[in-house]
């Protein structure tokens, strides 16, 4: 089975008539990421073993007619802790880390019967936009190998671009769901913050940080979500409202739908090319009956910087429980308790984590607080209203999810704020805490691929579905696939 | 213009330490990035309340009952890196000699 040609509910009906089996699928997949592999470097740990455990009881018990996701094999990013599994957030300080629990949204996808293939590739502790960062090794994008796959999610999104499994899911603090979506073809939404659990994601930016999922058409993403959202007591910022199948909004038409296109999403340092395909994505949306308006979001070039400060605060705070003491690395002939934490930290964390980690303690320090931390939280506070006032009027936003296409592997990793401006159309969402996705809009002259993204209101994914389905629809640019060529890897 | 002493004082906060180089270069990237901060001070913010978390709640409790369905002791001692007799075994706090004691 190729999932490059499949979808989900024909993958489903084959389980059902047994025209295929579940163990058949995870070998498939396991003959698809032997061949990938050497090239992409999406995984950091695939378990086979335990994959093929699960797929023989889901065998063993039967597939259910109305069980969508029994059977299908998907992957977690390596910040997801996952019980008997290692699981190292792309880091030294967790590199012989075994979670003696799952995730929530572990728990839930296998109670529906997905098959966990492992543990995908990423920016250490999720901090990057071209996993380049992981302890590990850089990922490669499957459209041009010499690229990168964006990040923190690249090695979810590289796995499902290339169809080594079917979904991946992913964690967006800033974008780490979307941007490497954009960069790799594939559709994928980070839900409004508090719609799935945070349980069991390694914490980096807690009031930022969302749980999502990646596939590469729009339609086989929403029995996902719809099954990893809802309440958890182990989450007290995961909301309680109710749940709808998402997969309800798919084929519904945009005749009326509002759409607001910012300018600020179409200024200096976008590139040409990104515009030009997304400009025509919006006019084929307007074909189809959406309204469009163009809007002001003022805000928007003040979200980087406020960002920064507070994801790397709230950073600081979060990563000081990597110590030595209780799991992960502990580092060896140590003086006594604060040379361990101080030798533990400096050889466990890679330099991007030190970085934020220092950024942060000086925001949050006496005497830098008021200017730094309080002050871009106040900022957040602009850049949360600017989007409510726009959502008061319109459905969704649509813009760019990327200002560029993905970059070659090398371009950027000594120059921090080039690198940290590639977030900028995908930050204010998580800011705001609403509802985003990147849909596949279409590929540049080299034949890389390009995303648009759509914002909703606050729970309202079922918008984004409608909306990104119809586009779909209309392109159907799943049907290209990558060409696995260019450079050395 | 942030300093190499400023610097050196926030990796002591942070219980990290540099060698003499890499706190050079630490000082120049931290120096570009908080010019980039800057940027934040010319945004008017009198009476605007600051944003720190998303969540329509205030506070959220539970029953003050021990929680019986998680792991186990000797689960969680499983990552440990040095453990004894079931509990964590660190070093001392002062002095090298008696951690071997």
Known sequence: ?489 | MISKDQVAHVAELARLSFTDAELEHFTTQLDQIIAMEHALAEVPTDGVAPTTQLTDTENVFRADVPVTDGPSRDELLQNVPESKDGLIKVPSIIDKGEADA
């Open chain 1, 1 to 489: 089975m190729n999932f490059l040609e499949t979808d989900l509910h024909s993958l489903h009906q084959q389980l059902v008539n047994h025209e295929l089996t579940a163990v058949d699928l995870v070998k498939d997949t396991m003959s698809a990421i032997d061949e990938h592999e050497p090239q992409l470097n999406a995984f950091i740990t695939t378990n086979q073993k335990k994959a093929l455990a699960a797929a023989e009881k889901i065998d063993a018990e039967g597939i259910a007619e109305d069980n969508l996701l029994a059977g299908i094999p998907v992957a977690y990013k390596d910040n997801i802790v996952t019980k008997g599994v290692r699981t190292t957030a792309a880091s030294h300080m967790l590199d012989n880390f075994n979670p003696v629990y799952d995730a929530t949204i572990v728990e839930k996808l296998e109670q529906a019967g997905t098959i966990d293939i492992g543990k995908t590739n990423m920016d250490e502790f999720a901090m990057g936009s071209s996993t380049e960062s992981s302890f590990f090794k850089p990922t490669h994008n499957p459209w041009d190998l010499s690229r990168v796959p964006g990040g923190s999610s690249g090695g979810s999104a590289a796995a499902v671009a290339a169809g080594e499994v079917f979904a991946a899911f992913g964690s967006d603090t800033g974008g780490s769901i979307r941007q490497p979506s954009a960069y790799n073809g594939i559709f994928g939404i980070k839900p409004t913050y508090g719609r799935v659990s945070r349980w069991g994601l390694i914490a980096f930016g807690s009031s930022f940080d969302q749980l999502g999922v990646m596939t590469r058409r729009v339609k086989d993403a929403a029995p996902f979500l719809t099954v990893m959202s809802g309440h958890d007591a182990k989450d007290s910022t995961s909301s309680q409202r109710p749940v709808p199948d998402f997969s309800q909004f798919i084929g519904q038409d945009i005749k009326g739908l509002k759409i607001a296109v910012p300018d600020e999403f179409f200024g200096k340092g976008i590139a040409d090319d990104v515009k030009a395909q997304v400009e025509k994505g919006i006019q084929q949306l307007v074909e189809q009956g959406a309204i469009v308006d163009h809007v002001q979001l003022p805000h928007t070039k003040y979200a980087v910087p406020a960002y920064y400060v507070l994801a790397s605060s709230e950073a600081s705070s979060n990563l000081q429980r990597f110590d030595g003491i209780r799991y992960g690395f502990r580092a060896e002939d140590v003086k006594n308790l604060k040379d361990v934490y101080v030798r533990t930290r400096s050889e466990g964390f890679g330099p991007e984590v030190k970085r934020r980690i220092m950024l942060g303690t000086f925001a949050l320090s006496s005497g830098y607080y008021d200017a730094y931390f309080n002050k871009a939280a106040k900022v957040r506070t602009l850049i949360k209203q600017d989007f409510e006032e726009i959502l008061k009027t319109h459905d969704l936003i649509v813009g760019p999810t990327a200002p560029d296409t993905a970059f070659k592997i090398g371009a950027n990793v000594s120059d921090p704020i080039t690198l940290y401006m590639k977030d900028i159309l995908t930050i204010s969402a998580n800011m705001a805490g609403v509802p985003a996705a990147s849909v596949p809009a279409g590929f540049n002259a080299a034949g890389l691929p390009i995303g648009m993204q759509m914002i909703a209101k606050r729970f309202d994914e079922g918008t984004i579905f409608r909306a990104a389905s119809a586009f779909e629809e209309m392109n159907q640019y799943y049907l290209e696939k990558p060409s696995f060529k260019g450079g050395n890897a």
